[in-house]
């Protein structure tokens, strides 16, 4: 009898164990799963997100046949999109594509509010001639907003460049060395320093590359660079003095503009003040002024 006991007892201690280890084996999972499903969850929420533009890429570039255009349109609109930083082959699609959407869109949205009920004529007229030239302003602002980066980014990464070049690397070894060092300071000139030497890799000359810099990115401060570069290497100066002296003229422009920007706010300054400051100062100082001529004239007509 008790070895039975002892045996029921030894199998039940067994079979507790085991149950224990499985036990803490799943709960041992599910942590590891739950730690690693927010991964998955935010993996698969950027690829839905990823899809989604996709679709919207696509259902907008389906309207792109609807767009009448030439050669030398297409290849300019191509131009203004590589200066934005649009490179997709589809982005002339989408450009194109927006031009139809956002007027009906537009469209839409003036039927839907009711402002196309009270002049339907005028309303669908503003509509559609203010959707087909947003895409056209907005890609403006952009393109002006990038080159406005790419002019406050080239001080700094000239500068690096002279150091590298002073170090006793190549400029093909300093701008591939710059580009990877500020790539995350100045996105976009460090992008366009990147195609410029993958430009070089595939076999393109350098002159010619640094020229395609400058066509790229339409900036004023970038043609002279590249100007300067093309000197130096046809005349065979340094280049690490022409860089310097170029760092500088940008800086020395810059505190220009802002000396500019500061001189003109005086002159600014006069609209508001002859409109909203002068009057409110002329009815505080000569409002009790004109109310008591008044009531003086009325005690003189009414003695």
């Not at 085991?18 to 599910?30: D, P, Q, V, W």
Request: with cysteine.
């Amino acid at each position: 009898m008790a070895y039975a006991i002892l045996t029921f007892v030894a199998v039940f201690l067994l079979v507790a164990s085991g149950g224990l280890l499985l036990f803490y084996r799943e709960a041992m999972l599910s942590r590891i799963s739950e730690v690693l499903e927010p991964r998955r969850e935010q993996a698969g929420m950027l690829g839905r997100l990823r899809s989604s533009r996709r679709s919207l890429g696509g259902i907008v570039e389906q309207f792109e046949s609807l767009m009448p255009r030439s050669q030398a349109e297409a290849s300019l609109v191509k131009q203004r999109l590589a200066r934005a930083g649009f490179r997709a082959e589809t982005a002339g699609g989408v450009f194109y594509g927006s031009k139809v959407v956002v007027p009906l869109l537009l469209a839409a949205v003036a039927l839907v509010s009711g402002l196309g009920s009270l002049n339907p004529l005028l309303a669908y007229t503003i509509a559609l001639g203010v959707g087909f030239i947003a895409p056209n302003l907005w890609l403006d602002a952009w393109i002006s907003r990038r080159q406005q980066r790419l002019r406050r980014a080239l001080p700094d990464v000239l500068d690096l460049l002279v150091i590298c070049i002073e170090a006793g690397q190549s400029l093909d070894q300093a701008t591939a060395r710059t580009a990877q060092e500020l790539s995350r300071a100045y996105p976009e000139l460090c992008d366009e320093l990147s195609l410029l030497m993958l430009e070089q890799r595939a076999g393109r000359p350098r002159i010619e590359t640094w020229k395609n810099l400058a066509e790229r990115t339409g900036e004023e401060s970038l043609r002279h660079l590249v100007s300067m570069v093309v000197q130096s290497e046809q005349l065979g100066t340094s280049i690490a003095r022409t860089l310097r002296v170029q760092a500088d003229s940008l800086r020395t422009q810059r505190v220009q503009a802002i000396e500019e920007q500061a001189a003109k706010t005086s002159v600014k300054l006069v609209f508001p003040l002859v409109l909203f400051i002068f009057p409110a100062l002329f009815l505080v100082t000569l409002g009790p002024a004109v109310i008591l001529m008044l009531d003086s004239f009325k005690t003189l007509t009414n003695p």
